[in-house]
């Protein structure tokens, strides 16, 4: 399958020159982290090497209207604590993840929204002796489990050393007209009822606000945050034969107010509930081998699914991953003229606001590009603290949700290419390779709704993507012609080695 598009998933925000002070949070989890790993290293055995605190607290907003009416309107506001507590030693700590082990063991534990200093050391105790506990059985297994075990092919460390870094970014409040949005989402999502093959259908809008507050006993105190904007459309209706089809789009921002405006929004409207329509009268797809080409939308999720979670570090080193590329640094994994970037410190392409920034990963690392593929051939894995062979320093991927543990995981994934073209150009390519192939016709994939990917060792290293609007291009000139019911499915090596 011949595959051409780009990706950008994509601030570099700096603090400025005069940052604000510390906020009480800050040090309140400061001043308890020190007192509690002292506790610890004076009467624990095994005593911890290494203690930290991160706070995540949310700010977020929901609206959502349905054909005129309000359907959602939503608030909530929460922190969360996760405690990582390592016993052992860098080389071999509580961490270790010993063959065909699964799950993770991390959990966290709302706390107060209150900077009540008695409150937070309550729950801050109580997790840190809960994570201690656990950390300490797991270590006696870990130790055990290699004792009886065959040596693991990867004898790199289980945590890096690293420079602490500290610092307090600005509060990002919370910027959202909750009126204004009821009024907006009612009146665009009237705007369906004029489709009546549109069954469901629905314009939603999320507003968010994160703010993450770290503390290491390294030295680290950090606080960053972001805002997170996105509105929704979908749309889902029936085809005569019974299958389900569905149509949606969505934007992104840093902030609701710098979402698209109502005409934008209202033409987003009716552009999805029409090609709902279209779909529900295009022929269904046939099986089909043969030139196929993504618009860049398609080709993200392409890349993101089949090429970004496999090179995720941790994953190289996990023995029940399938290690897709764990051992081809240096070697040709992709065409070329191809180059891959993963780059968080970038908040915007051409105009539009990217959703993959930080300014630190949630290990403390200053965000920093990461080129993976140069012309063609891998360089680099996506890191976090927990080194690999060959690679024993984070380049500021390690990421965590709330109560999970921290690993490494994509930032803006960017796919540069010396052989770009124009959207006309790349059409006759595709009509030029269908010729070759004595194909009747080829595929053109406009928009997909996401995908998902099998890495484990366990199962069919493959993935599937799953596309919305296909389009048959043939080569004899006539009219594009839609198509429903596609799937793309295949094996990550054998797509990127056409």
């Known amino acids: ?38 506790t610890l290293q004076a009467k624990a055995e095994p ?93 006696i297994k ?53 489709y009546p093959d549109v069954l469901v259908s629905s314009v939603t809008v999320i507003a968010q606000t994160e703010r993450r507050t770290l503390v290491t006993t390294e030295g680290a105190g ?42 934008a929004l209202a033409a987003a409207v009716e552009r999805t509930a029409g090609k709902l329509e279209a779909l529900l009268q295009a022929p269904v797809a046939e099986p089909f081998v043969g030139p196929a080409i993504f618009s860049g939308r ?19 080193k996990d023995e029940s991953e399938g290690q897709t590329f764990t051992g081809s640094v240096g070697a040709s994994v992709l065409p070329s003229f191809l180059s891959v970037v993963f780059d968080p410190t970038r908040r915007k392409a051409e105009g539009i606001d990217l959703n993959g920034w930080y300014t630190f990963d949630d290990e403390g690392i200053p965000a920093r590009p990461v080129t993976a593929v140069e012309n063609g051939v891998l360089r680099n894995f996506l890191m976090s603290r927990s080194p690999i062979s060959g690679f024993a320093q984070s380049n500021g991927h390690g990421r965590r949700q709330p109560g999970r543990e921290v690993v490494s995981r994509q930032s803006n994934l960017i796919v540069q290419s010396t052989r770009a073209v124009t959207d006309a150009e790349l059409r006759q390519q595709l009509i030029a390779e269908i010729k070759r192939q004595n ?11 996401g995908g998902f990917t099998n890495t484990a060792r366990g199962g069919l290293q493959a993935f599937k993507v799953l596309p919305v609007i296909v389009y048959r291009v043939y080569a004899d ?14 094996t990550p090596l054998a797509s990127f080695s056409k």
């Open 222 to 263: 950090l606080e960053h945050g972001r805002g997170f904007a996105r509105i929704i459309i979908a749309a889902q209706g029936k085809a005569a034969d019974g299958m389900d089809l569905a149509a949606s789009d969505y934007f992104d921002a840093l902030q609701a107010r710098d979402l698209p405006n109502d005409a």
């Open 142 to 194: 870990i130790r055990t489990n290699r004792e009886v075990k065959v040596a693991d092919r990867d004898q790199s460390a289980d945590f890096s050393h690293e420079a602490p870094a500290t610092g307090s970014e600005p509060v990002v409040a919370l910027d959202f007209d909750t009126a204004a949005w009821r009024a907006r989402v009612k009146s665009l999502s009237a705007l369906f009822a004029k």
């Open 298 to 316: 398609a080709a993200g999720v392409f890349f993101h699914e089949i090429f970004g979670h496999r090179i995720e570090g941790h994953r190289q």
């Open 477 to 490: 000139g006539r009219p594009d012609e839609m198509i429903r019911g596609v799937d793309i499915v295949g």
């Open 1 to 38: 399958m011949a595959a051409c598009g780009a990706v950008l998933f994509l601030a570099a925000a700096c603090f400025s020159s005069e940052p604000p002070p510390p906020g009480p949070l800050l040090h309140i989890l400061a001043d308890e982290l020190q007192r509690n790993f002292q």
């Open 439 to 449: 194909r009747p016709y080829g595929l053109y994939f406009e928009d997909v709704t």
């Open 47 to 139: 005593a911890p090497y290494f203690l930290s605190y991160e706070v995540t607290e949310q700010d977020s907003r929901m609206v959502a209207g349905n054909l005129g009416a309000l359907q959602l309107d939503d608030a909530m506001h929460n922190r969360h604590l996760d405690v990582s507590v390592r016993v052992g030693t860098p080389q071999l700590d509580n961490y270790h993840r010993s063959s065909g082990e699964g799950g993770q063991f991390a959990t966290g534990a709302a706390i107060a929204l209150d900077n009540e200093p008695a409150a937070l050391r309550h729950s801050l105790w109580l997790e840190t002796d809960r994570a201690y506990r656990a950390a300490s059985e797991r270590l």
